[in-house]
């Protein structure tokens, strides 16, 4: 019992985790249909200067803003310098992303090294909380603070498109991008500021997964992988199909990890195929 | 459109037959050697520090073995098998080394023991990897191992962790596959031996970052835990274990408190000193080739780690025995190399962690250090010798038959509950 | 070649594609014949081999991605899937099963990797475009994870070793020359096989299907069956790729379909361009080379850095890689000024095709 408990709580903080990540993959797709490849680079990226920020300022907040700010930044630019010229070019688009994956995660080698980096978060969320009392479960702080955050932030996203003019523009730009053009909206400032967005929660999602796992080299595949999956799972472009899958995902992993070791890994790709086969635009997915 | 088909081809035919017109030359008074590790991907910096044992091994030696001078080819593989063994191929039949140094990791090392099959002109000297069925079964007869494997890292640890630390029931954790299991193996043969139990092994996916879940299953009645895990994994899993509340004591596999692991930053660092470990290295062993090799190695390379980890060591043992056979032979490689294999046999090298001798299959007979993480006066935690075992061989003293009749290692090989 | 007796066939016209032969054709064919008599077996096997069977590999995904809008990562997959079936069918040193000789096993990898290929079409053609490449790299990612975990089949994390190369009619193939000889061949075959599909009605229907796909399913043409089939074209020939593969290296592991190699598959078919069938040789001859020889150039460290910057200048400048690269040179000569414009763009979720007129 104590030991489903955990797991169920590990999952669905590591659920959180991947939704953090996947959230911004899907809101880049939705509106621009931009398979973002360089996603999980993003995530890793932002790990590491997020880290260099804390270990210099001592301060693990000043991390987590400078991974979300510092990849905002390098989104922006990615979406100017490079992704405004080939507006509509999809595939193109994708197989810029797969290039840039590649030389990223070269580069962070050369600059990090292969060592793995664990941040120091503030003390008073790190160590076990008591959960229950019988039986005795006890839970780390840090881990309800990331589901915290991610439930803070997908709400927090929720508000952003439904409720304010930006995330009008964006929710009508993932809909009809040809008329929100046609209606006199600045479209290109909305890729950009939506691009940073998506690359910023890339970073967040990166520090704040660094800390409660680690950051070494590779973390960029897997990240990107499990954003992969939660969105096709959960269908792409949206943010609620994005909690749904990353949930479904997290819980799969852990309690497979720990009722079948041997297959754990393969049970997130499991639940990808049968999604795809009843429902192949995802969950939450609109036909396409 | 097939136009452009023809030029391209043409074009590239032209570049084909530029590039293979180039031959090797080769000097008579020259031997070349070629070492080959993982100077790609995310074992980039371990193979780094091997070839500083490769390098610092002929710096030594002035470049020059038997009278004649050591032309250095560097070989690079990203410790996938199949990248292994592109590498030595490309070392062996285009630079046309007559000695090869390496690889680096378990899987490199079976692939490329077998690849020595198929070119029998070739002696191959092992760098670190430490499968156990390199050498103990279906070897191949060029291919030698000076340094020691996977089990064999483990030698007196298990007899510590029971006797001395008074651990009687652990769990194991390490990741799912061959170098792990042979790494859990060479505990479990001196701790199951002296009465302890392994109650549960957990085989870790490998890649899974996520430990929580597995601490979360170890149960409450053990003294202490088993972590056979490298790099990032050792980092994250004990970060995770202390996050749930974890406080039994940990015993470390021989790549998991390394000088990686103990200079990774974090809190988990206070928490590992008094982990006992075995491997084939230790830090501050105080003996006088050792500390002189560790002042060498950090005068040699001021870039390189603190002190000089065990791929450098393994690989500096390599490259040392490749150089002191050739001076035995006089540089003489001729005949197919039947002399200076003999002498490779025969050799009783004094290293830097003691003497080392081949057994029959060409593997390593060595010493092997029982340590204890401590913390020194400089904030840099090492690896305090707790015991040198001497002269373990790859049956870990056991008779052969007795030793093969335990079978190949597995996920449920050995096991004692 | 038994080209003049096909000629003597009962079609009544010949092929569209063999009038097309040209006296260059036969030099090219006349050099790669030639090639291992003057090359060591190092250029003979690592280089030349090599680069034809990636190009092969290649070439399956050039085949769907170029006449089929389809740009499969999986192709290293099911090229895999392939090999290991010859080590579990057939015999091997490290974790031995079924022990048939390669005359059984070798046909039945075949036919397991197609049907592998197949399934991964039928899920996959269910979505469109840009989903294709998503799906295809998780299902990639979850074959190498399946087959590192599965110790009774696949033999984890160590795989197999010591798979025997075939032999036959008096000869060990896998010594360099006849190993060479039989990749050639392989490659040749496949080359003419994709050249001879393209244009067949099956392979215009692929193409017109890339171009819109509504326009043919409303003209009552199975747009996802067309796919699938394509699917299932181009994993035969990844399969028989992945044998070569294995062969020349005689081990298969959870490494070789892991996700460098695959993403290696795409970087050598859109480095030498995917709308020619020859295009994936050219990427696969640079990319074997670089591979081989960045370690003498440069630091091997950075070798991905240069590989990856090479592929985003080729994506950036020349949509058809260095085929294209090569015509648009040429046409700037020939129009010694004028525009130069090549009317070539990239279209939404597809590669347009403009070189059939």
Redesign the interface.
Known sequence: MKLFILTVMNGMTLAALYFLVASGFTLVFGLMRNVNLAHGSLYLLGAYVGFNVADWTGSWFLGVAAGFLGMAVVGAILQVVIFRRMQGQDLRQTLVTIGLSIVMADLMLAVWGGNTYQFDPPSWLSGPVQLMTAPVVKYPLYRLVLLASAIVIGVGLWLLLNKTRIGMMIRAGVDDRGMLAASGVNVQRIFTITFALGAGLAGFAGVVGGTALSIAPGEDTRYLLASLVVVIVGGMGSVTGAAIGATLIGLAEQLGLVYSPTYGVVYTFLIMVVVLAFRPQGIMGKAA | ?????????????V??TV??SV?AAMAEDTIKVGALAT????????GEDGMRGVKLALQQHNNMAGGKKIELV???S?A????A??AA??LV??DKVQILVGPLSG?EG??VK??AKTQPQVTFINGTSAAQDTTLR?PAPNFFRFTTDGAQWQAGLGEYAFATKGYKKVVTIAE???FPYTQVFGFMQGFCKSGGHVVNK?????????F???V??IPDDIDAIYVALG??DA??FL??YE???GDKPMVGGSITVDQ??L??????QDYIIGTPSAGPIADNWDNAAWTKFVADYKAAFPDGFPSPSLFAQGYYVSTLAMLTALDQVKGDLSGDQKAYRDALQNLKLDTPTGPVTLDKNRNGIAYNFLTEVAKGDDGHLYNKVVKVVENVNQTLGMPEAEFMAIGPV??DNPSCP | MSWTATGAAPKPATPAWMKTIRPQHVLVLLFLIAYPLVASPFWTVQIGAQSLFLGVIALSLMFLAGYGGMVSLSQMTVAGVAGYMVAVFGTNSTHPLFGWPLWAAVPIAIVIATAFATLIGIISVRTAGIYTIMITLAIGVAAFYFAQQNYEIFNGHSGFAGLPGPVGFGMDWRAPMPFYYMSLAVAALSYLAVVYLARSTFGLTLQAIRDNARRMNALGFNVNLHRVVAHAVAGLIAAIGGLLYVWMNGRVSPGTIDIGPVIDILVIAVIGGLRHPIGPFIGAVLFVLMKNFAIDLISPERFNTLIGLIFLAIVLVSPDGLLGLWRLASDRLKAAGLNGSTGRQWGNNSWRNNNGK
Not at chain 2, 1 to 13: E, F, Y
Not at chain 2, 263 to 268: E, L, N, R, V
């Open positions: 459109m097939s136009n452009v088909t023809r030029r391209n081809l043409l074009a590239a035919s570049a084909l590039g293979f031959s100077l790609q991907g995310a074992f980039t910096v371990l560097t070989g690079s990203d996938s098998p199949d990248s063994v592109n191929r490309k039949e285009q899987d079976l692939a077998n690849y279906d799912d596959y061959s957990f085989w870790v996916p490998i890649g899974n970052k996520d929580s879940s597995i979360a299953s790099g990032a980092v994250n970060n995770q996050q749930a509340g990686t692991v200079g990774s930053k974090g809190k988990q597995g996920r």
